[in-house]
């Protein structure tokens, strides 16, 4: 059964610093990861798809990687700002099936 | 660009009560998830839909039900609603069955009192 953990579960950092968000996932055997931002009771905006065959993808301020063989991907935001903050959300959808399986998620506070 | 649109974004009902949950996929999306989010969790998958046909099936409970509809929106339906429930319920919408990129509606909060 696939898992999938992101650590931490909450992060605060001054705004301009460059940050990493962690993801790890138990099975490989992945079609690909998607990076999700969600703002307190609202919906969820994709940011990022990385397919397994890529090892990471960039839109502006924010790159995702992808180590796919060791069950790693990360998410870099450069420059942050107080806008950034919400709660960051990594899926993956496993191969074989039509769902993604979703990380507990982090929590990002922005300090101005 | 058009989103994926969900009706009605809040709802309140009683316990045993029935509720339909509406969804409009992007245009030419032919494919339909559903997913439900308690409570300080993360979203669960609960079913999708491939051209009208169920195409994966999660942790759905057996009082819920859901079809695609030939213009290939989407209904979840529930019945004898029970406190736990309450959640946001996402529907998203995708190309096809490959790894295409999943796009998320608003939601819908389902509140049971």
């Known amino acids: 059964k696939q898992e999938v953990t992101q650590i931490p579960a909450a992060l605060s950092v001054p705004e301009g610093e460059n940050l990493v968000l962690n993801c790890s996932f138990t099975d490989s055997a992945i079609y690909n990861l998607q990076w999700f931002r969600q703002d307190p009771g609202k919906g969820l905006t994709s940011l990022l798809l990385i397919q397994s065959s890529q090892r990471e993808q960039t839109s502006g301020r924010l790159n995702a990687s992808l180590d796919k063989s060791s069950g790693r991907s990360t998410l870099y935001i450069a420059a942050s700002q107080p806008g950034d903050s919400a709660t960051y959300l990594c899926a993956v959808r496993i191969q074989g099936a039509q769902k993604l399986v979703f990380g507990q998620g982090t929590r990002l506070t922005i300090n101005p | 660009a058009a989103g994926v649109i969900q009706s009605p974004r809040h709802l309140i009902k009683e316990k045993r009560e029935t509720a339909t949950l509406k969804c409009y996929p992007i245009p030419r999306h032919d494919t339909v998830y559903w997913y439900q989010q308690g409570p300080g969790q993360d979203p669960q998958f609960l079913i999708s839909?491939?051209?009208?046909?169920?195409?994966d099936k999660g942790s759905i409970p057996d009082r819920f039900s859901a079809q695609q509809f030939s213009d290939y929106h989407s209904e979840l339906n529930m019945s004898s609603l029970e406190l736990g429930d309450s959640a946001l319920y996402f529907c998203?919408?995708?190309?096809?069955?490959?790894?295409?990129?999943?796009?998320f509606g608003p939601g819908t909060r389902l509140t049971v009192t």
């Open positions: 839909f491939y051209e009208k046909m169920q195409s």
């Open positions: 998203a919408s995708s190309i096809g069955l490959a790894g295409y990129e999943q796009y």
